[in-house]
């Protein structure tokens, strides 16, 4: 009786086991590259200014940030407008310290072209954040 119990029971772990190995779950440094990404392909400063790190910029130069950013971002939208819109943003590869990231990004348009680009990351005070595109 134990037995006809027990092997539907290690059945269903088994099944479970499996369905649990998949992709491994986006490390925070990639996230924050993702974030990166999509707040400047939807033209998010917000997004944008969360992923970089501002915290030691007093108020007048995190406006100049902002506006540096605003005109930025205008560049980028035009530039989508002329590929027909944004299809697709995926990672194509990352590699990953305690301190450092770099994440290869490809990005695909409506008109069917695409666009490799690759961001840095670092980690300051247990947050990571881009240093450059």
């Known amino acids: ?48 200014i969360k992923t970089i790190n501002t915290n030691e910029l007093d108020e007048s130069k995190l406006a100049e940030v902002r506006e540096q950013l605003h005109a930025a971002l205008d560049v980028v939208a035009t530039e989508v407008e002329k590929q027909g819109g944004l299809k697709d943003i995926q990672v194509k590869d990352i590699k990953e310290t305690s301190k450092e990231a770099l994440i290869s990004v490809v990005i695909s348009f409506n008109n069917n072209t695409s666009k490799e680009t690759m961001i840095a990351l670092a980690k300051y005070e247990d947050n990571w954040y881009v240093v450059s595109m």
């Open 1 to 48: 009786m134990l037995k006809k119990l027990i092997m539907p029971l290690m059945a269903l772990l088994m099944v479970v086991a499996v369905s649990a190995c998949g992709k491994p779950s986006p490390s925070q440094a990639q996230l924050t590259g993702m974030d990166y990404i999509d707040g400047v392909f939807h033209n998010n400063i917000e997004k944008v």
